[in-house]
């Protein structure tokens, strides 16, 4: 007869084989993303296949530390997809189980470091589960839990893409200032979309009506600098083609940065992307989203904080060019 511990051991692995997405879902031709080259597509689809390896062991872990081993041998330029894996894995854990404790101990261990991704992960699970469990989450930083949003977003427009990115369909779900951080989770999609290729991308959030234009900017800042697969010249591409948003390039690079630079995963990628959106190292432009935080005293009636400190870095880079063209 099988012991308690054996059952429990299977019982885990069954939840690992049940909750894991199929690993075919992360290739482009799946996918129908656009191929640039053997090397961006082996970058993106090993950017996928990496956050479902951190997924599978954080649901089949006891609890999250026992993932943490993993998780932390993954290579740098991909760690920080990997806690974003398991931080979607442990929130759906969590909505499900009699107790919501999971997310908490991942945010107090190394996932600490790696804050902007499990807030993102969690927003991955947002879009997996019924409504009423999202109570059940954990996001408690008033500022960090928008990135909810963003990664509800990155998912809608991944996943089912023909609806939010080829007609452009906004989610029924969030109104107001929300709808605007899931576009930036959407733009963060459009860079795996358009394959990191810099003019496929440009093509891409062209297709959406102007107004929504400087949040998937935003976002593909981000993933740009954060995922990387291109060169500086390819990039410089992408900024002759966004006139008027290289300020929104600029602070989602700079976000990039800072959740890299926070966790010491910073990558050549990081480096170029920065030099390229922001003028400056990856060090220097997480400095400026620390200096750009709100204040106590700022009100969230009159501007979301969230918007508020994107509103501060874009605004920083918009001075400095002005600055560099004067100088």
Do not use: N
């Not at 007869?1 to 054996?6: G, N, P, Q, V, W």
């Not at 709100?294 to 508020?308: H, M």
Request: aromatic fraction near 10%; charged fraction near 25%.
């Amino acid at each position: 007869m099988r012991s308690d511990a054996t059952i429990v051991h299977y019982g885990r692995a069954l939840r690992r084989r049940v909750l894991t997405p199929d690993r075919s879902a992360t290739r482009l031709a799946v996918r129908g993303f656009h191929e640039k080259s053997p090397a961006a597509r082996e970058l993106l689809e090993t950017v996928g296949e990496t956050f479902l390896a951190g997924f599978a062991h954080a649901a089949e872990a006891r609890e999250p530390g026992d993932a943490e081993p993993f998780l932390e041998a993954v290579p740098v330029a991909l760690r920080g997809f990997a806690y974003e894996g398991a931080a979607m894995a442990l929130a759906i854990v969590d909505a499900c189980a009699p107790r919501s404790w999971r997310v908490r101990a991942l945010l107090a261990g190394r996932g600490g470091d790696h804050v902007y991704m499990v807030y993102v992960g969690v927003g991955w699970a947002m879009a997996r589960l019924p409504r009423p469990l999202w109570i059940r989450l954990h996001a408690p930083d008033p500022l960090l839990r928008w990135l909810t949003l963003d990664g509800y977003g990155f998912h809608q427009a991944y996943f089912r893409t023909d609806r939010y990115v080829a007609r452009q369909e906004r989610p029924r779900w969030p109104r107001g200032y929300g709808a605007r951080v899931v576009d930036q989770g959407i733009g963060r999609a459009l860079w795996f979309g358009g394959g990191a290729d810099a003019t496929r991308v440009a093509d891409l959030v062209e297709r959406f009506a102007p107004g929504r234009r400087p949040d998937l900017y935003a976002g593909v800042g981000l993933a740009a600098t954060y995922a990387g697969g291109a060169t500086g010249a390819e990039l410089r591409t992408l900024l002759d083609r966004a006139p008027g948003h290289a300020a929104q390039l600029a602070q989602g690079s700079a976000f990039a940065a800072k959740a890299r630079t926070r966790a010491g995963l910073s990558t050549a990628d990081t480096t170029v992307a920065t030099e390229v959106f922001c003028g400056r190292s990856p060090e220097a432009a997480a400095r400026i989203t620390d200096e750009a935080l709100p204040d106590p005293s700022d009100d969230p009636a009159a501007v979301p904080t969230y918007e508020l400190w994107r509103q501060r870095i874009a605004a920083h880079f918009t001075r400095a060019t002005e600055e560099a063209g004067t100088g």
